[in-house]
């Protein structure tokens, strides 16, 4: 199974950019959908991005459709999350996920398996 490291995070104002990357290894990286959740204090894990293995298809939530962009190189082993246009609700910390080898994209997070350590984004206003 792979594993992931998140980075990327920081402190921006509101209207900035940042761009997550995830890293993984121990694993063929193309075999794996991908997605990106977060999760803000006292709040549950929500889903933010998914992306296919081959980058054919991807899903946003609604709260950031239009502002943040998935993309992965699987030549790097590495997922990305775009963000821009950021508001201060986009404060979170961010986790990047892989679902299961060849399973298909999906926005629920109980049907990821593997998960990274998370990197906080934080949005002043």
């Known amino acids: 199974q792979v594993q992931l490291v998140e980075s990327g995070g920081g402190l921006v104002q509101a209207g900035g950019s940042l761009r997550l990357s995830c890293a993984a290894s121990?694993?063929?990286?193309?075999?794996?959908?991908m997605g990106w959740f977060r999760q803000a204090p006292g709040k549950e894990r929500e889903f933010v991005s998914a992306?296919?293995?081959?980058?054919?298809?991807?899903y946003y939530a609604d709260s950031v459709k239009g502002r943040f962009t998935i993309s992965r190189d699987n030549a790097k082993n590495t997922v990305y999350l775009q963000m821009n246009s950021l508001k201060p609700e986009d404060t979170a910390v961010y986790y990047c996920?892989?679902?299961?080898?060849?399973?298909?994209?999906?926005?629920?997070?109980?049907?990821?398996?593997?998960w990274g350590q998370g990197t906080q984004v934080t949005v002043s206003s």
């Open positions: 996920a892989a679902r299961a080898k060849y399973a298909q994209i999906t926005g629920r997070s109980d049907e990821y398996n593997t």
């Open positions: 121990g694993g063929t990286f193309s075999n794996y959908a």
């Open positions: 992306i296919s293995r081959f980058a054919g298809t991807t």
